[in-house]
């Protein structure tokens, strides 16, 4: 989006809530009636049909999203909040498998993710800031077979940290498994795991043992930055594991998005989850190729993506300084010399100019006049064939391309505009409201332009049927409303023609943005029923 | 900056009661720098050789594992032509318990065991998994010949 156009703004634009939208709709239709003569632009953020349900949420409204997973477990099994988290957090937040395995064999469960399984019954780890040695535990799944190269607590008078060797530490700490370091040690060891390594599973400091710190333990041993940075990883582990679930990828952006109708991959066959959080960041919910790639499927854009990024530069390269033989079609660059060519694979002898064969061009050598001759028109033809695929596919890519290009001088339009409204402002007694019906048509432009674009891409996999061309021929009908409001936008302004311009291109916004609502409407409608074929396998 | 007592504690004791077929010592102007030998295994087509190492002790030590390179030369499908290893316990799976002579005994294990399943240099990995007669064969020059 521009920079120049401020993010309120554009976030009152995108706004889902059905409520403001009314309030606001209500607004624009007061002011505009007040004209009477010109049409009302109507209000294009009311959800259609083929938007997807999507609603942006909060960090807090997340914490309780997932605060309310944990109280269900809790509540079912009677474990602590502790306890039932780090058994959610082992499952994924599978909830379902989780308490279905649990209620198999509870101790299985939590011995597989690390939990002591009396530490279930409210009940602290155990702590001590003696220094007497402790017992060694019985915890029964120590893995550590590893002969232990440090002297054992139990086998010396004082206790000395194994970690850092000190040998009189002012107070020591120990899990359930009896594993016994100095707080220093843990709590570097905390601030290390959590904040340099981002890890919301750490197990306790001893090789080989496989405890996992219980979170309270985290919240009492390490700073408070460092714990609200463990609260914030697993609210990530929550958000990543959860299929209906998004952060908004948008640099600083906190909120998140839940879209339950793009949860699974097969939803992705007939949907184009096209959604924005509450600050107005729009971003695509199956993929990351492009933040509205309405109409096309998230797989479709990404072949197309793909095969942009591998061909388009080779191919418009080949377009432009080769040909192809006309005997075996191999492809040939002509980097110097005359124009009696001789192929180097078949060895056919041919003319550069003409495509036709060599000996027809008799002693002229070097120059041709026989352009028009049967057989280098048939030599010509015959390429051309062989070229046709490549051609299909410039076609496509150039006009992908162009709109592309156009969405990225959004932000020149912006300002050139903004200014023809404030001329406009100056040479006739229009208010600042009433000047807003450019800025309505910029709009609706850039956000039609980026539809188009990926209707080429679309129509490039589209099988050839009575289908295509309809679509081909809403696509048409777009792109000319278009062009049509994009000339207009252009026209220098005078002042006795305004209102006459007011009212054209007013209409003309209206107009595109009902192109463009067809346009989406039917291809959305088309994934539904199954309508479109393709011309390539989709993955 | 003062030695940390742990690395002192740690040194002391390698220098005192080595572990059998290993030895490191650290380099006199700096103490977390040790150069490192380790024999070949019997019973491993590394036998009779003996490895040079370098390990350095990171500041974050031990919190951070040590970073370990093998100097000499070795046919391994776990370490690379840059003499890296690639050993769990010197990434993911480092635990603040773990000590430099287990770290090298874990890196002797290591040459009693190939692990060609996951592997840091592929092409010996491949020869490993699909001819192991034959790998041990160049294994065993490669001793010959580097670690003699």
């Known amino acids: ?539 | 900056m003062a030695l940390p007592k742990r690395i002192i504690k740690e040194t002391e004791r390698l220098i005192a009661d080595p572990a059998p077929g290993i030895s490191a010592v650290p380099h006199e102007d700096n103490l977390r720098y040790f150069d490192v030998k380790i024999d070949g295994p019997s019973g491993s087509p590394f036998e009779g050789g003996q490895f040079s190492l370098e390990l350095f002790l990171p500041e974050e030590y031990p919190m951070s594992p040590p970073k370990v390179r093998f100097l000499t030369k070795i046919y391994h499908p776990n370490i690379d032509k840059l003499g890296r290893i690639c050993l769990d316990i010197l990434k993911d799976k480092w635990s603040p318990a773990l000590q430099i002579r287990t770290v090298l005994l874990s890196i002797q294990a290591l040459l009693s065991a190939p692990n060609p399943d996951d592997p840091l240099a592929t092409d010996v990995a491949k020869h490993y998994k699909q001819d192991e007669r034959d790998a041990q064969r160049v294994s065993k020059e490669w001793t010959e010949k580097y670690a003699k």
């Open chain 1, 1 to 539: 989006m521009s920079d120049s156009y401020d993010d309120d703004e554009y976030m009152e634009e995108e706004e889902e809530d059905l409520f403001e939208d009314e309030v606001m709709s209500d607004d624009d239709a007061a002011m505009d009636n007040e004209e009477g003569d010109y049409p009302v632009i109507p209000d294009k953020d009311k959800p259609k049909s083929y938007d997807v349900e999507s609603k942006s949420l909060s960090v807090d409204d997340v914490q309780k999203d997932m605060r309310s997973q944990v109280e269900y477990v809790v509540s079912v099994f009677g474990l602590e909040p502790d306890t039932a988290r780090m058994l959610l957090r082992d499952y994924g937040w599978n909830r379902e498998r989780m308490t279905e395995q649990y209620m198999e064999d509870p101790s299985k469960v939590l011995i597989k993710a690390g939990i002591e399984p009396d530490a279930t019954s409210p009940r602290s780890p155990i702590r001590s800031t003696s220094s007497q040695p402790p017992k060694e535990s019985s915890f029964s799944f120590r893995r550590s077979t590893r002969k232990n190269p440090v002297p054992d607590p139990v086998t010396e008078s004082k206790f000395m940290c194994p970690i850092c060797c000190d040998d009189e530490p002012p107070s020591t700490l120990a899990l359930a498994c009896n594993h016994r370091f100095c707080s220093d040690c843990w709590s570097q060891y905390l601030e290390g795991k959590v904040r340099d390594e981002g890890e919301c599973v750490v197990r306790c400091m001893k090789d080989g043992c496989s405890l996992l710190v219980p979170d309270s333990f985290i919240k009492e041993h390490s700073s408070a930055k460092t714990y609200d940075r463990f609260e914030e990883l697993v609210l990530r582990h929550y958000v990543s594991h959860i299929a209906h679930l998004k952060f908004c990828p948008a640099p600083g952006c906190t909120d998140t998005v839940s879209c339950t109708a793009a949860a699974t991959k097969s939803a992705l066959d007939t949907v184009v989850p096209s959604v924005s959080c509450a600050h107005g960041h729009k971003f695509c919910f199956g993929c990351s190729i492009d933040a509205d790639h309405r109409p096309v499927l998230c797989k479709v854009a990404k072949l197309w993506v793909k095969k942009c990024q591998d061909d388009s530069e080779t191919a418009n390269w080949i377009k432009t300084n080769t040909k192809e033989c006309s005997k075996c079609q191999s492809t040939i660059e002509k980097n110097g010399g005359c124009n009696h060519m001789t192929c180097k694979k078949c060895k056919h002898e041919f003319c550069w100019v003409c495509m036709g064969p060599w000996s027809d061009h008799g002693t002229q050598w070097y120059s041709c006049n026989r352009y028009d001759d049967k057989a280098a028109i048939e030599a010509r033809d015959a390429q051309s064939k062989s070229r046709i695929s490549l051609e299909r596919y410039l076609h496509y890519y150039n006009r992908w391309a162009n709109h592309e290009q156009s969405a990225k001088l959004s932000a020149e339009l912006y300002v050139k505009t903004e200014k023809k409204m404030e001329e406009m402002q100056l040479t006739t007694d229009l208010t600042w409201i009433e000047v807003q019906f450019a800025k309505k048509a910029v709009e609706e432009v850039l956000r039609c332009r980026a539809t188009l674009k990926w209707t080429y891409a679309m129509a490039y996999y589209l099988d050839k049927s009575n289908e295509k061309e309809l679509f081909e021929d809403n696509q048409r009908d777009l792109e000319k409303a278009v062009e049509d409001l994009s000339e207009l936008l252009e026209s220098p302004i005078e002042a006795e023609t305004i209102p006459e311009l007011r009212a054209n291109m007013t209409n003309k916004t209206v107009y595109v943005q009902k192109r463009n609502e067809i346009m989406l409407e039917d291809t959305a409608q088309g994934f539904r029923e199954g309508r479109w074929t393709w011309n390539v396998d989709l993955p």
